[in-house]
Each structure stands twice: as structure tokens, then as C-alpha cells.
């Protein structure tokens, strides 16, 4: 089974901190994303990687950096954590964006257990 | 911009009852995937259906997808207790989730 890890399950920091949130998975996926997930606005596309050091945007990059070093590891970085980001912070990988048609697109995501983030 | 937007946001029934969420989307699509989320835990995959089929089955669930009308829907029959949790649809062409249906199966 693909196993996505997330470094922490809860994790409390204060406005202005620089704040690392880590994601591995363990299945040589070649695309990587970071969303977060807010009551009553479901789950929003911070930023996803489909190869190393190769990142996109999603809808709400603003306030956020991702870093992609290595293939299994995919970082969300927060320059100056504000309280607006506090929120659960879901890492997914998988090995196929979605937008083809051949015999290994439409793989679905694979998901950590999330990261809960309070900034104070 | 969300792709799938999940309807109801919530329901409640009784174990042994059928429970179904329906989804819609904006734009064309290749595939559409529903996934399940227990409180406080990431999304699980439940089931894919490709734009070229109409309904898919696995056990207890059904999805059926009318590209027609940009919607889909998933039916969960002879729901049990556990099956309490949150379902979302994506479209992963733009990697988007609905705001999802919370779902409460009561004993």
C-alpha cells in the first residue's frame, strides 16, 4: 500500500514564525500536493509538483513556498505565519496528473492523515 | 476555482438505509474519483469513473456519471454505522474537491 507520511498531526506556532510542514511518500509517485482544508471550503490546491524541483501553483499560493529536493519528499513552507493560516494541511502524491488518456492516467491521490495547524 | 461541488452539504439516516450524494462540475472532464474522509483523518479513494462510462459499481457502491448534465452521484446501500464520515467528488483534471457531504449513519 502507498504510504503518505505527514511529519506532525498537531502542530502550534506564532505569528511570524517561518514554519516547515513536511510530506514523504514512500512509492516513487512522481506528483506531489499540498491542500488545505477549511469548514465550509472543502479542500483548496495550495501548490502541486510533478517532478523534482518542479512546482506549480494551485488556487491559493499566496503566503506559501514549496520546496521539492528529493522525489519523496514534498515541503510546504510558510515564509511568516500569519492566523489566517491556521488550518488542516493535507499532503496527496500520485503517479499520474490526470490529464492524459493512456493506460496509467486517472490514478487517483493518495493522502496523509493531515497536519493540524494552529497559529497563535 | 472548485470543480465538484457536493449536494447535500449533509445527511443523516438510519443504519440499513440507502444514502446518496450527488456531485456537479464546471468543465469537461476525463475521469471523476469519490473519496472518503473519517473525521480528523486524509482522504481515502473510494472509486474512479472515466468519462466514457455511465455507472460503476464497488460493493456497496454505485456511481453513475451523466457528462450531459456535468453531475454524478454516489449510492451507498444498506449503509452501516462506520460509514459515517465525509465523501467528496474531484475532477482531477484540475486537482479540486467540493466542499464535500457529511454523512451520519445512526445505529
Known amino acids: 500500500d502507498v504510504k503518505v507520511t505527514q511529519s506532525s498531526r498537531y502542530l502550534v506556532k506564532r505569528t511570524g514564525e517561518k514554519v516547515f510542514l513536511e510530506c514523504v511518500q514512500d512509492m516513487d509517485h512522481e506528483n506531489m500536493f499540498w491542500y488545505r482544508q477549511d469548514p465550509g471550503l472543502g479542500l483548496r490546491l495550495i501548490y502541486f509538483s510533478y517532478d523534482v524541483k518542479m512546482k506549480e501553483k494551485g488556487d491559493i499560493p499566496e503566503g506559501y513556498s514549496v520546496s521539492r529536493e528529493k522525489k519523496e519528499r514534498f515541503s510546504l513552507i510558510l515564509e511568516s505565519a500569519s492566523t489566517n493560516q491556521t488550518s488542516m494541511y493535507l499532503c496527496?502524491?500520485?503517479?499520474?496528473?490526470?490529464f492524459g488518456t493512456g493506460p496509467h492516467s486517472n490514478q487517483p491521490q493518495h493522502f496523509g492523515d493531515g497536519t493540524r495547524l494552529s497559529i497563535l | 476555482s472548485q470543480q465538484g461541488e457536493e449536494d447535500p452539504q449533509a445527511l443523516s439516516i438510519q443504519e440499513g438505509e440507502n444514502a446518496t450524494m450527488n456531485c456537479s462540475y464546471k468543465t469537461s472532464i476525463n475521469n471523476l474519483q469519490w473519496y472518503r474522509q473519517n473525521s480528523g483523518r486524509g482522504l481515502v479513494h473510494l472509486i474512479l469513473i472515466r468519462s466514457n462510462e455511465r455507472e460503476k459499481h464497488s460493493g456497496r457502491l454505485r456511481v453513475t456519471l451523466d457528462t450531459s448534465k456535468k453531475s454524478s452521484s454516489l449510492l451507498i446501500t444498506a449503509s452501516r454505522a462506520a460509514d459515517t464520515a465525509s465523501y467528496f467528488c474531484?475532477?482531477?483534471?484540475?486537482?479540486?474537491f467540493g466542499g464535500g457531504t457529511r454523512l451520519m449513519v445512526k445505529p
Open positions: 496527496a502524491s500520485s503517479p499520474e496528473l490526470g
Open positions: 474531484a475532477t482531477t483534471n484540475m486537482l479540486t
